[in-house]
């Protein structure tokens, strides 16, 4: 705290802890916070729930988890084996009576045995009870051999590696013409950062540089996991008012596109789609 007197300053001095929320938080900058002096504690909740679920305390804490659930509450994963990335259920006097004047939502939402179905994708350590938050079901991906694969797992991977360059990153599957699952990853470059990086003598073109970070994610994951064929573009993906991506929405007209302009997927790998796409808004750097 000492060494860092000047950044606790900035924070208003007596500054030594933190709760996030509303989204993961990476794992880097938790990191950075705690090695500063600065506990960052995340918790978990939604609407439904009132809305706190999980959280880190000052007892247990686990970085890039959730902690444990709060007193009173139930937490449940529904997957195959213990351990397993799975749905999140929750039980407890904390969960709602239903959705307003919508029994079917409310049916749909909370099972017969009580447990709410958050739509979170989520596992708990065996050994600390924590929770970690892995993804959304709705963005699950399931492979022709029956794996699972979290997109959001992977853009994790592919922001935090390549942070020097990458402003966002969307993960998600499309069949080729032969009828094959191909994971495919869209990156949205930063033009600014690139071109700090070329003023300072690397030179590397831009496909060099995305495909060294895919070669580097790839080599961190299960190979049934590895990112099969990427583009890369400069215009920022379509957001929600809190900005975040809207992933269904984002894919749809990417594929609309894609379609309307007789291209397959193999065509553009590799390559700024910003190119192709050109009345949607074009990247000034290429």
């Not at 900058?29 to 880190?56: D, K």
Request: net charge negative; glycine share 10%; charged share 25%.
């Amino acid at each position: 705290r000492k060494i860092f007197a000047s950044v606790h300053e900035a924070f208003g001095g007596e500054f030594s802890m933190a709760i996030a929320g509303a989204a993961p938080m990476s794992l880097e900058i938790i990191n950075f916070f705690e090695n500063i002096g600065v506990r960052i504690m995340q918790g978990y909740g939604l609407t439904e729930t009132s809305p706190v679920v999980a959280g880190c305390n000052t007892e247990l804490f686990v970085a890039g988890t959730v902690g444990v659930a709060m007193p009173g509450v139930e937490v449940a994963i529904e997957n195959e084996a213990p351990g397993e990335t799975g749905e999140i259920l929750i039980r407890g006097d904390l969960l709602m009576n239903g959705y307003y004047r919508d029994p079917e939502a409310t049916a749909e939402a909370i099972d017969k045995d009580g447990w709410f179905h958050s739509g979170d994708l989520g596992a708990i350590d065996e050994k600390t009870g924590c929770l970690a938050i892995n993804g959304r079901i709705k963005s699950l991906i399931v492979l022709e051999s029956g794996k699972k694969v979290v997109p959001e797992e992977l853009e994790l991977l592919i922001n935090q590696n390549g942070q020097t360059f990458v402003k966002d990153s969307l993960v998600f599957s499309q069949t080729d013409e032969q009828g094959k699952v191909v994971l495919a990853a869209k990156l949205v470059l930063d033009k600014d950062s690139l071109e700090s990086i070329i003023s300072a003598g690397d030179n590397r073109s831009i496909q060099e540089r995305v495909d060294e970070l895919i070669k580097t994610v790839n080599g961190m994951i299960p190979s049934f996991k590895r990112i099969n064929t990427y583009f890369f573009s400069f215009q920022d993906m379509i957001r929600t008012t809190t900005l975040k991506v809207k992933r269904a929405a984002e894919i749809e007209v990417f594929l609309h596109e894609l379609q309307k302009r007789g291209l397959l997927l193999k065509e553009i790998a590799g390559k700024n789609i910003d190119d192709y796409f050109a009345d949607l808004g074009t990247g000034e750097l290429v």
